[in-house]
DNA sequence: CTTATAACGTTAAATATTTAACCATAAACA
DNA sequence: TGTTTATGGTTAAATATTTAACGTTATAAG
């Protein structure tokens, strides 16, 4: 395959959701003042095979040089364009329980460009408290505000069952992305990306490689 | 395929990442009432198709009923048994930042089954601080408590530079499996499950798909 | 009791993902 | 300046995953 000039190419999700690995390891090598990586190199850092590593590099507009590897500063630069991290990318986050509360006080994600615009829930009793320098907002606002802002991204951080509904709102006031952070399944149209990051799933998942300890 | 008796085959891991998701639904399920649930209507609420659901469950050593589908209970009891949440599954949580506060605060995972036995942290201003019922022990503490207290799943919520000192720390001890909440991948050897739940790289992938708005 | 059928279970095909193999190239060095 | 070689790029094979197809079975209805 190979990028001729500007991406085209649909890129694969296996490789996808690998990209932001390969960032995350890139931007701490070339902080650490490594100049070169190499796909082996890239491949034992992140548990791959420099097969794969090079295979999805190689979907990227970036060539990496032989006897050198791929020069760190420009692949961090490009892998950042390519998963559209090289601007801000705004975020509303909704629902302001622990979780929620945990994810807006986080400050590397706005370091990493994640910039959340506004915190909104639905529990009157915590509508006009704040956490940090967030206000947080009744739902009534929200739709008007992910317009208003030119939000993307919708974070769902509420109980499973009003899942759905949130992320129905999120749709239709025009977010394009969500992630998800609860139990529940989230159905979207096509045009809207859902990313799940179910954290009692993975707890399961690694009940079941712990269980017969 | 299907399961003679006792579980011996192998269930593949794409498998083992979906049945969580069979638990949480069913459980909904037959918490609204509901005796049965066809392969159908399963996929329907985890955007799957049914044969995929079909496929899954003949791993598990469960049987549908023609015309009638999966009975909730039943099914429930065995999805719980074969991921080993049947019983309690002990962990630690490392790191008592915003994440892991929010985390051992987060009273669904004890309902769930995964009980929170102690919270570790490095810094010594917060040592011996309280989260909700937990006060944090020092990491000099750790290996000791994971041993005496039989731990078998490792919470890693730590920064990206001690995550893989964490969960070598936490392997020596004896833990089986990890949850791995930072940016960084963890190593562990073959006979130590690690599942990643990284928030910053789910974002990301988000924005990838969001970015030609 | 017999028949029709909704749903499962299973096989096999299609697709996606990962890995291996090998060619091409640019750097390092004699 | 030529030679060696480490490393990327690319193709193709191997593997894993998903989906479609269809026979089987137990239920429900007549």
């Known amino acids: ?10 890129i694969p999700g296996a490789v996808v959701r690998r990209l932001p690995r390969y960032l ?9 003042g490594v100049e070169w990586v190499s796909s082996a190199s890239l491949a034992e850092a992140l548990g791959l095979t420099s097969s794969t590593v090079r295979q999805d590099l190689s979907y990227i507009d970036f060539k990496g040089v032989a006897k050198r590897g791929y020069g760190t500063g420009g692949l961090e630069k490009v892998l950042a364009r390519t998963l559209g991290v090289d601007r801000d990318v705004r975020c509303v986050l909704v629902g302001a329980g622990n979780l929620g509360r945990a994810l807006a006080l986080h400050e590397e994600f706005v370091r990493q460009g994640f910039k959340i615009m506004g915190v909104f829930d639905n529990h009157p009793s915590v509508v006009g408290k704040k956490i940090g320098r967030f206000v947080i907002k009744g739902m009534n606002e929200m739709a008007d505000f992910v317009r208003e802002q030119q939000v993307g991204i919708g974070i769902v951080s509420v109980p499973h069952a009003a899942a759905q509904a949130v992320a129905d709102q999120l749709v239709a006031a025009g977010a394009r992305g969500l992630l998800n952070l609860t139990t529940a399944h989230v159905h979207a149209p096509d045009t809207v ?3 799940d990051a179910r954290i009692l799933a993975s707890l399961r998942e690694l009940a079941y490689a712990v269980k017969d300890i």
């Open 193 to 195: 990306s859902v990313v």
């Open 1 to 10: 395959m190979g990028n001729k000039g500007t991406a085209l190419e649909v």
């Open 24 to 32: 995350t390891q890139t931007q701490y090598l070339r902080q650490q």
